[in-house]
């Protein structure tokens, strides 16, 4: 008999035409036996859906082909046992063991016991029993080195398959085959046999079906695509086309007569775009019915965070507003895994409950993550980052309290502690050392390592010995050992930790599913004996098994949820609403990278057809025809680092046929009505963004808000005014008492929001504990060497007396740097010092050049800390008070002085850097050594670049009047100019985001909190 073809595009009517011959069958004989096979358990949902009807579906038998194949193996009892995957995979190792014992690995001698290996050997092994391939046909067509060895591990594999009577989980569907073929009457005849949803096959389930034709009267199979010429062709259909090709080598089929019209069942943009996408010549889409434009939205966000949260605000929106029952929408996203922690977090704070698909695998719980976490620590050597994390995890008591993490965690930020036992221990050495410890100030006059931030040693012990015993309750024990011995530790590791207790109601059956998988490495075991294996190797076994292993999902989660999955998980389902995410490049398509085992002429000399994951122009056109009302394609435009994120060949392809209006860009930033937020927080920091404080105050909800904003000044200031432009009412006393510093005048003049955000509310950046020295600490270490270099300098001409002073203060300064100034030496730092030692002797050689006729009065000169007189600046009866360090200051024979301040980057600064305010710190070191120190007259003064060796053109005597017996009144006029400034935008308390120029500099410490930071100049 033949088998009827229904091929067309997709939502052409292909599973109502099936639906209608079930009906048709059933109601001329409710007892006809009908078997409908579809790819997988939500499709098979889907069409049991649709199949249930008043009458009932009494006699209707919809499986997957696993399924199906499954129950002939138990109908035929066959004594073939499935093994489940990891057993398989346990198999797989054997082979590649026997193998290699004989010594025939050559190509893979060095990699054959590595996880990833037996990892790649067991999804090709996969791939040739789903394409029914076995190894003696391999064996007469092998032909390299690396194919030879293949096929040997292969048919050692089948044979131990065979000698056990077992069958792999990808071996099930040929096996069925086979027993049909051989006695076809295990199974009772079917009046109808229905394949639905599929858009390519393997050639298992090709051979299948070939061997039900003799019991089957009827047999319907449908496929996406198109038989017009034409058609046939286009991109998105050319995958169909080949799936044909391979449907028409093994089964016998005709076309099926006046089944489906092509009447395309989809709002009119979107059956327009399924028609014409990827078309040589695409109709325009003014000549069609503009009606329904709204069903179709392309969402540019700024981040894949952003995107996330406007998909979801869609979702939001056209439930409450268009009436869409939840369950009818669905969102999908590729690469799943990246985008699935922010669907999580964001549907949450927008109470939008979604429910993650089909059962997905046991190793993705949250439980299983943070045991792998904590097992995964030691080997991967005790990183900071990581053990934070586990720390903080909410599955386990780690035996130390909330507070005492978080100064674990400030311990290994200011130690620099980048990971590893011995840091750890060094960094206690250290802090039970403190008075021992040189003690150095940066330029402000801050303290570099200030001990009195640290607990007390009696706090410190307790935070050692806590780390130490959470630490021994996760070491694994040395050497190799046998499986079940593995188990044993580690169910007493979740004892210690105490996981059981700590897991929530719902996540409970991922406990036991858990705790089943121990048990089920130690069977597995017991049927094919391991040999003794070290703490990894037990770790890519147990993953194995976990992996394997699926979560169960509470079904009543279902009813009331946005289904969410996989981009390759929308084939064949539909939706009233459906939302695709990452049209992004790389991301939708995807690079394909090649199969490390079945290379392309390997593939092609097996024949086995290009894998769907490889062909995603298919899954497109399935993708445009999911949603019955609503389709929403997103992209992000911004990469995590900032740059640009182009976008996709096929959003590029839609972008072109579609009408410009459907294209929505939105940014964090964007500034919309209160009403469209999604949720509280959300329309709290819309509130705050877009200054409408009185919008937000007249919703009674806010009150609580408002009413701490009250009590909080700055709070107070952001709500009124919003994050990036903000304004605070300061008391007068905060400008008396405050003391500032270069870097604060300098930030407030750049930019007052940097200001307000860096010097009022003292945010910065978190560092991460990092090897090397940053700008500051380097800074700090070279002012160091030339302060102690020049300290006892009579005569700075003297260049051999200074290089050797250099060579003291370098021998006695770098040993201790690490220390000092809290960073981790990596292995360069030996060739780091030759080299700083090089550009210092440099500078000091210039320097002395320029020393002629100067002597060095004080060095590293103080004013306002350390006891010394503050400078004071009276404006308005108001006094500012200002502290600072000067690096270096010499006096002339006529008794006048110059002062230097050190930079180690570059110093081409302009006198417009003064007049603007971006440069300002020397003139006001200047008037700190006139009028606070009152050490005499300035005569000059500029910005030494150490690094380079060079003063900066932008000198003081460029702004002085030569005449003037005080040369100190011209540039007074300039800087008390620019303090004036300063006080003023503290005195009106306004913090605008307005930098110089316009220009944000890439560094800007507030650029985490400031929408405004661009990393180019600013339109
Ligand atoms: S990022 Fe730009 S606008 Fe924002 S605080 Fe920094 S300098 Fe000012």
């Known amino acids: 008999m033949t088998i009827e073809l229904i091929m067309d595009l997709p939502a052409s009517g292909k599973t109502t035409v099936c639906l209608q011959k079930i009906r048709q069958i059933k109601s001329d004989d409710p007892l006809a036996s009908v078997q409908v096979l579809v790819p997988d358990s939500l499709q098979l949902q889907a069409f049991q859906k649709r199949l249930a009807s008043p009458s009932g579906s009494w006699g209707i038998r919809v499986n997957t082909f696993a399924q199906f194949a499954r129950s002939i193996l138990e109908k035929a009892l066959s004594g073939k046992i499935i093994i489940n995957p990891s057993l398989n995979r346990q198999i797989v190792c054997e082979a590649i063991r026997h193998i290699q014992a004989k010594g025939k ?124 010429a034409e058609e046939k062709e286009r991109l998105v259909n050319r995958r169909f086309s080949r799936s044909l090709e391979q449907i028409q080598k093994v089964l016998n089929i005709q076309i099926a007569e006046n089944t489906v019209k092509s009447a395309i069942h989809l709002p009119d943009i979107l059956r327009y775009i399924v028609e014409n996408i990827f078309k040589q010549q695409p109709v325009k889409w003014i000549e069609t019915n503009p009606s329904d434009e709204k069903s179709l939205i392309l969402l540019e966000a700024g981040t894949q965070e952003d995107e996330v949260r406007e998909v979801l605000r869609q979702m939001k929106s056209w439930i409450i507003r268009d009436a869409i029952p939840i369950a009818s929408c669905a969102i999908f996203a590729p690469q799943l895994e990246k985008y699935a922690p922010a669907l999580r977090r964001i549907s949450e704070e927008m109470q939008i409950p979604l429910n993650f698909g089909r059962k997905v695998s046991l190793i993705e719980s949250p439980v299983v993550i943070t045991l792998f976490s904590l097992l995964r620590l030691q080997p991967e050597g005790l990183k900071t980052n990581n053990l934070m994390n586990c720390l903080r995890f909410p599955y386990i008591s ?29 960094a206690w050495n250290i802090l039970q050392k403190e008075d021992a410890t040189e003690k150095v100030d940066d330029e402000d006059g801050n303290q570099f390592l200030d001990y009195s931030c640290f607990p007390d040693s009696a706090e410190l012990l307790l935070l050692k010995n806590g780390l130490q015993a959470f630490l021994d309750n996760i070491t694994p024990p040395q050497g190799n050992q046998q499986i079940p011995v593995w188990i044993a530790w580690l169910k007493g590791v979740c004892e210690k930790i105490q996981l059981r207790s700590h897991i929530r109601q719902e996540e409970e059956s991922d406990y036991f599913a858990l705790t089943a998988c121990f048990e089920e490495l130690i069977i597995e075991d017991r049927m094919v004996p391991r040999q003794n294996i070290d703490y990894n190797d037990f770790l890519s076994a147990l993953t194995e098994t976990i992996t394997a292993s699926e979560r169960s999902n509470p079904t009543q989660q279902f009813a009331n949820s946005i289904f969410t999955g996989e981009i390759t998980w929308a084939r064949g389902i539909r939706f009233q609403a459906a ?63 900032g740059d640009e994120w182009e976008e996709s060949l096929y959003w590029n392809a839609i972008r072109q046929i579609v009408p410009e209006n459907t294209v929505q860009r939105i940014r964090s930033s964007t500034k919309r009505p209160l009403s469209e937020a999604a949720s509280e927080d959300e329309k709290e920091y819309w509130a705050v963004l877009q200054r409408k404080r009185d919008e ?49 005048l300098e930030n407030g003049l750049y930019c007052p929001f940097r200001y307000f955000i860096s010097n009022i509310l003292f945010l910065e950046p978190i560092k991460e504990p990092a090897f090397e020295l940053d700008t500051k600490q380097l800074g700090s270490l070279l002012h160091r060497i030339l302060q102690l270099t020049f300290e006892k300098a009579e005569n700075l001409t003297d260049k051999t007396f200074l290089l050797e002073q250099l060579e003291k203060a370098c021998n006695c300064t770098f040993p ?28 000091i050689e210039k320097l002395s050049e320029i020393s002629e006729g100067w002597l060095m009065v004080a060095a590293e000169s103080a004013f306002g800390i350390r006891g010394k007189p503050f400078l004071k600046i009276d404006i308005e009866g108001i006094s500012l008070n200002f502290r600072g360090i000067i690096d270096r200051i010499d006096r002339n024979r006529n008794g006048n002085l110059r ?71 011209t540039f007074r006029a300039l800087i008390m100019e620019k303090i004036k400034q300063f006080y003023q935008i503290l005195e009106v308390g306004e913090f605008p985001a307005n930098p110089i120029d316009g220009k944000c500099p890439s560094y800007c410490s507030a650029a985490t909190w400031c929408a405004l930071f661009q990393r180019e100049d600013r339109p």
């Open 105 to 228: 690995l050559n190509y893979y001698c060095n990699v054959w016991n590595t996880a990833g290996f037996s990892k790649v050997v067991t999804k090709a092994f996969s791939d040739f029993e789903k394409n029914c391939i076995s190894a003696d046909q391999m064996k007469s067509i092998v032909q390299t080195q690396q194919e030879i060895e293949i096929n040997l591990i292969f048919e050692e594999y089948q044979i131990f398959l065979s000698d056990h009577g077992w069958v792999s989980p990808s071996g099930v569907i040929q096996a069925a085959a086979e027993i049909i073929k051989k006695k076809p009457d295990h199974l009772d005849p079917f009046r109808l046999l229905i394949i639905d949803g599929f858009d390519n096959f393997d050639q298992d389930q090709l051979w299948l079906i070939r061997n039900l034709e003799p019991i089957t009267d009827e047999i319907y199979l449908t496929l996406p695509g198109s038989l017009q």
């Open 816 to 843: 201790k740097a690490p220390i000092i100034y809290q960073f981790r030496p990596s292995g360069l730092w030996i060739f780091q010092q030759n080299q700083l030692k090089k550009q210092l002797m440099q500078t």
């Open 398 to 426: 780690s035996g130390l309290t909330p507070e005492q993490v978080n100064w674990l965690d400030f311990i290994s930020r200011q130690l620099s502690i980048t990971g590893g036992s011995e840091q750890w221990e060094e």
């Open 579 to 641: 939302a695709f995410l990452g049209f992004g490049e790389s991301i939708f398509p995807s690079a394909v990278a090649e199969d490390v085992i079945i290379k392309k002429e390997f593939q092609d000399l097996l024949q086995i057809p290009v894998s769907a994951d490889n062909d995603q122009s298919g899954l497109l056109i399935q993708i445009l025809s999911r949603a019955d009302e609503k389709l929403l394609i997103s992209r992000p435009c911004i990469t995590d680092a």
């Open 696 to 744: 937000y105050a007249d919703d009674d909800n806010n009150q609580d808000m408002l009413e701490a904003s009250q009590r909080d000044p700055m709070l107070e200031g952001l709500l009124s005014s919003g994050a990036c432009d903000s304004c605070v009412n300061l008391p007068e006393q905060f400008r008396s008492q405050q003391i500032f510093s270069s870097s604060q």
């Open 899 to 969: 002062i230097i301040d050190y930079k180690i980057g570059g110093t081409h600064f302009s006198a417009d850097d003064v007049f603007s305010g971006r440069r300002v710190q020397l003139f006001l070191y200047a008037l700190a050594a006139a009028d606070a120190l009152k050490i005499g007259r300035i005569e000059e003064g500029f910005y030494w670049a150490i690094l380079s060796a060079k003063a900066s053109s932008l000198k003081l005597s460029g702004f002085m009047d030569p005449q003037e017996m005080d040369r100190t009144a």
